[in-house]
């Protein structure tokens, strides 16, 4: 497997930084070529922490195989009071440590070393965000902006996925990590909803938590992911938020079940307070069951989280958002129980389309063994009585995706990210 103590240390080593700022326009900035020269030297930051990422590996209770190196001292510190095999049995280690004793980092830092990482690579696709601010209220506050994204677990995509037309050297994690990292800095989400995240605590958890962010984890119970040789632990949903901006009021990991029979998928529900308003909402994260075959048991694990979201939310009092890779076309079942559902959801993204009532051509392209498979299977619901959206990301074209599909050299995932801007609708 790769493995390269290289870059991104650095940028996790950086003095005091202010907090993480939207830019003011909507437009991601594309990636700039930079001129033709000789590769940096490693700076002696980078081989020091390379250094301490190596103390972390010695002083661990059993094997860990690492997918992936190049984190931080600040890793290293988390690490150490980290018993791996206890970890991998016990839902304590879902606790994050005390914010304040992680130094800040300034985005733009970390992004212009993600972008020195990813030099050698095309530039970044452009994606434009859709005004719908003619049903969106006007407001005082700043809008919640969403963002959902399926990443692509590591050790899936090297070891199971099968992606026949994505070369190895695309899906490496030194340089796929900092494309996510690029395209989570580009959009700068309130809240981060993310699938399949098998580096959670060498990667993820570290450096958003430096960008001001709080996270939580909740892994599957048997993920695939340990089936592959060097793994880097089980895949799960991930959950972020800026604490600058919302208070957690409070959290709940849920197992789902089907037909009464725990599963081997979570979702993560959690009730926010915005800071500058003091409203509340209920942000939720799941990932449902996969292939084809399994519609009435992805059909029933819905079920279950509308009924677990009904009883957090007090009824659909508290607004909801609820993000997700449903693993479902539009037509299944459990997209219909989430339409007619007594908590009088919407899909954000059927937004987008010219009648307001369809979802998109697809949200996933790839091509595998068995053929090619382009489908919509992400969505971000909301309280339609409760919440507007103000602006939906477009997604990318046929002509960006190109004819490889997904992941690429481009994107580093299967799925596409998709971000909303959300605003509360007014009091009755």
């Not at 080593?13 to 930079?34: E, F, I, N, T, V």
């Not at 009021?249 to 037909?259: D, P, Q």
């Amino acid at each position: 497997m790769y493995q390269s103590p290289r870059r991104l240390c650095s940028a996790l080593l950086q003095r005091d930084a202010p907090g993480l700022c939207r830019p003011p326009g909507p437009r991601p900035r594309r990636r700039s070529p930079p001129p033709a020269t000789a590769p940096r030297p490693a700076s002696p930051r980078l081989l020091a922490a390379a250094s301490a990422a190596r103390g972390v590996a010695r002083c661990c209770s059993r094997t860990v195989y690492s997918m992936g190196n190049g984190t931080s001292r600040l890793y290293s510190a988390l690490a150490k009071t980290l018993n791996s095999s206890a970890a991998s049995q016990h839902p304590e280690y879902l606790v994050a440590p005390d914010p304040e004793h992680l130094e800040p980092i300034d985005p733009k830092e970390l992004l212009e070393e993600c972008r020195a990482v990813l030099h050698t690579r095309p530039p970044r696709f452009q994606r434009d965000f859709v005004d719908l601010r003619a049903d969106c209220p006007s407001s005082h506050h700043p809008p919640i902006r969403v963002m959902q994204w399926n990443i692509l677990a590591q050790a899936l995509g090297e070891g199971k996925d099968n992606f026949v037309q994505c070369p190895i050297e695309a899906l490496k994690w030194e340089e796929r990590k900092c494309l996510i990292l690029e395209e989570i800095l580009a959009y700068q989400p309130d809240i981060l909803c993310l699938q399949e995240v098998d580096h959670y605590f060498d990667t993820f958890h570290p450096l958003l938590s430096r960008l001001g962010y709080q996270g939580t984890f909740f892994p599957k119970p048997w993920s695939p992911c340990l089936d592959v040789e060097h793994n880097n632990g089980p895949d799960g949903c991930a959950l972020f938020f800026l604490q600058n901006r919302f208070k957690l009021v409070n959290s709940a990991n849920i197992r789902l079940t089907a037909m009464t029979l725990k599963t081997n998928q979570v979702a993560i529900a959690q009730t926010l307070e915005c800071k500058e308003s003091s409203r509340q909402f209920c942000i939720a994260v799941t990932h449902l069951k996969a292939r084809t075959g399994w519609e009435r048991f992805r059909s029933a694990q819905g079920c279950d989280l509308l009924q677990n979201l009904q009883n957090i939310t007090q009824g659909a009092k508290i607004p909801l958002i609820v993000c997700g890779d449903f693993n479902a076309e539009p037509t299944e079942e459990v997209y219909k129980h989430f339409a007619s559902s007594s908590l009088n959801l919407n899909s954000a993204y059927k937004l987008l389309s010219a009648d307001g009532q369809s979802e998109p051509p697809y949200t996933t392209w790839k091509i595998r063994t068995s053929g090619e498979c382009r489908h919509t299977l992400d969505y971000i619901w909301y309280s339609k009585h409760a919440l507007s959206v103000c602006s939906a990301l477009d997604l990318l074209t046929e002509e960006q995706i190109g004819p490889n599909r997904l992941p690429s050299f481009n994107y580093p995932s299967d799925h596409l990210s998709l971000v909303c801007d959300f605003s509360f609708n007014e009091e009755p």
